[in-house]
Nanobody, 119 residues
Framework: HVQLVESGGGTVQAGGSLRLSCAVSAYTYSDYCMGWFRQAPGKEREGVAGIYGGSTYYADSVKGRFTISQDIAKNTLYLQMNDLKPEDTAMYYC???????????????WGQGTQVTVS
């Protein structure tokens, strides 16, 4: 079983930056595809960024602004978010799974979410 705990959300003005962190409780962390999803009120959950091995994925809406990274030694996943826009306002979730999210596999594990609000 994998436990995911997000942190780093908050309120920021448009154009600002935030870094989300996800502490991963997993013995074989590097075996999982890791990613960030978000859900705004009234909208479906969407994949924002993913990472597995040397491959990364970004939604078109965040390319060039968000960067996903991981520190395997610390079992921690990050999402650096720059040039934030009001439309980035959402609950952000860390996720882990056995398959690549960006080709259609659903995550197997989810964190509780952290709120990002851009005014």
């Amino acid at each position: 079983h994998v436990q995911l705990v997000e942190s780093g959300g908050g309120t920021v003005q448009a154009g600002g930056s935030l870094r989300l962190s996800c502490a991963v409780s997993a013995y074989t962390y590097s075996d999982y595809c890791m990613g960030w999803f978000r859900q705004a009120p009234g909208k479906e959950r969407e994949g924002v960024a993913g990472i597995y091995g040397g491959s990364t994925y970004y939604a078109d809406s965040v390319k060039g602004r968000f960067t996903i990274s991981q520190d395997i030694a610390k079992n921690t996943l990050y999402l650096q978010m720059n040039d934030l826009k009001p439309e980035d306002t959402a609950m952000y979730y860390c996720a882990a799974g056995q398959g690549l999210f960006w080709v259609g596999y659903d995550p197997d594990y989810w964190g509780q979410g952290t709120q990002v609000t851009v005014s």
